[in-house]
Nanobody, 127 residues
């Protein structure tokens, strides 16, 4: 059984930074393409970033490019989302997702491309 567990959410001031973690079990992180999404109150779920299985390649939504970085630690079977220069608009529940296959670049942003989902972690950006 594959499970994804996010952690690292919390309250941060505007301009601050936060790093989210997503630990995988049941399937090693290097065997999956992993994605990050978020859903703000009253909004649709939004793609943020992804990292491919094997030799990793990263993809980012334009809205977070240059501020957010995704990476992984194979020893810990964990993927990370480093978030910098946070704004109030970044307030949302953040989810990691994974699938044990590749995803075409054009489909990285689609929720249906991913099979496994974490429970989500709340990020609140407020002064």
């Amino acid at each position: 059984q594959v499970q994804l567990a996010e952690s690292g959410g919390g309250l941060v001031h505007p301009g601050g930074s936060l790093r989210l973690s997503c630990a995988t079990s049941g399937l090693h992180v290097t065997m999956m393409t992993m994605g990050w999404f978020r859903q703000g109150a009253g909004k649709e779920r939004e793609f943020l970033a992804s990292i491919t299985y094997g030799t990793p390649t990263t993809y980012y939504a334009d809205s977070v490019k240059g501020r957010f970085t995704t990476s992984r630690d194979s020893a810990k079977s964990t993927v990370y989302l480093q978030m910098n220069e946070l704004k109030a608009d970044d307030t949302a529940v953040y989810y990691c997702a994974g699938v044990a296959s590749g995803i075409l670049p054009d489909n990285m942003r689609l929720e249906q491309s991913y099979r496994y989902w974490g429970q989500g972690t709340q990020v609140t950006v407020s002064s």
